[in-house]
């Protein structure tokens, strides 16, 4: 998050977080608390009902807008207009129970979307079945190359796969010049 704040050229508030649920909402209550001026947050919810009742009663306890703009989107749609619109990101996690080590590390495109939605899972992985990293897109001053990886199996309260980043850079971008 740290590297994608600055590819992206804004400041990033960090802050520790427990395991807990009830400890999670005080904290979560607390580090948001603790920025100054805020009027509403984004959230990323597709389709999670539990989660998006979650965040408008925080964000009501909090007294500050729950925005969430892809709330009952069509996941195969966002997926193309991400792309379409240049983003890239690349799988960072993937539950082992349904994917192999292969999957993670690869870069999120049409193909991958078209072989989710053959298998019955949801393009943008709303249910936890995998994770991405945004690397690049419009709004990145810099890209992020990832230059040294490696695969690990984490055997915890579920299997996942998880891409290790032992490396990485920032590729400044050249803007086009129109004529």
Known sequence: MQL????LGIPL???????????YEEEFKKAVSGINGISGMVFGDIY?????????RVCRDLGIACIEP??????TALMEEFSGKGFKAIVV???ADLFGSEFVGRIMDQAMVSELCDRDICPCGENGEFHTLVIDGPLFKSA??????ETILV??????????IKDYRLL????AAHG
């Open 4 to 7: 994608q704040a600055q590819a």
């Open 13 to 23: 508030v960090t802050h520790s977080m427990p395991d807990d649920m009830k400890e």
């Open 48 to 56: 999670l009902d539990e989660h998006k009742e979650w965040v408008e």
């Open 70 to 75: 892809l709330w009952n989107e069509p996941t």
């Open 93 to 95: 996690s993937a539950k």
């Open 144 to 149: 992020i190359e990832l230059t040294a990886t």
């Open 155 to 164: 055997d915890g309260f579920w299997k996942h796969w998880f891409l290790d």
């Open 172 to 175: 400044k971008k050249i803007k």
